[in-house]
């Protein structure tokens, strides 16, 4: 496991560094693009809310823009969900790391919606502005939640990252990305038996 774990880490890092080379060498406003219409804001979903079916089912108005990448942080499971059965992600920072995910459109109030859906207003998660990366070199301003108190880490939900994974692949995120979802729920079953 160390093995694969230690091919993963590679697989990210060299994908992060290519994708840093090609925003650096890309015209891009530093400042990062918001949306043209105040009624809506970017957000950047990379756990279960990569899967549009699933995440609609909150959010109707969600419209994706393109992919992107969180650079200089790494998904790991430090919130557990007895409803999953498992850990769910949140984002750590990492310097050099790559998180993969989708920017999508939200209409503000659905944004409201799910800040209760995902206890923000008790603190369990924070949602906050990053700014992430399209493979075009544009950077988008985009709110994601965290895990306010991270725990853990715990093993990720067979569920959960099933989300992800069918997510990922709908939404034409990198194979070396669905690689490493997919290798990560097989390491896990294989230590369920």
Known sequence: ML??????????????????ANAIAADWDPGGKNPGDDSVIYYFGYG?????????QW????KKVTTAHLPNYEIQFRKYSTDLEGGI?????KPGGLVEGVVYTIDKDEMEALDILE???L?????ETFKVV?????????????????KGPFTPSIKYLGYMIKGAKAQGINQPWIDY?????????????
């Open 48 to 56: 279960s809310n990569l899967d549009e079916t699933y995440f609609k």
């Open 123 to 127: 603190g369990i998660y924070i949602r």
């Open 119 to 121: 206890d923000v207003p």
């Open 59 to 62: 959010t109707p108005s969600a």
């Open 3 to 20: 093995k694969t774990v230690r091919n993963l880490t590679a697989i990210i890092s060299a994908m992060a560094l290519s994708f840093v």
């Open 134 to 150: 399209a493979p075009d070199g544009t950077w988008y301003n985009a709110d994601l939640y965290y895990v306010a108190d991270p």
């Open 181 to 193: 979802l997919e290798t990560l729920r097989d390491e896990t079953l294989a230590n369920q038996q």
């Open 89 to 93: 992600s949140s984002i750590i920072p």
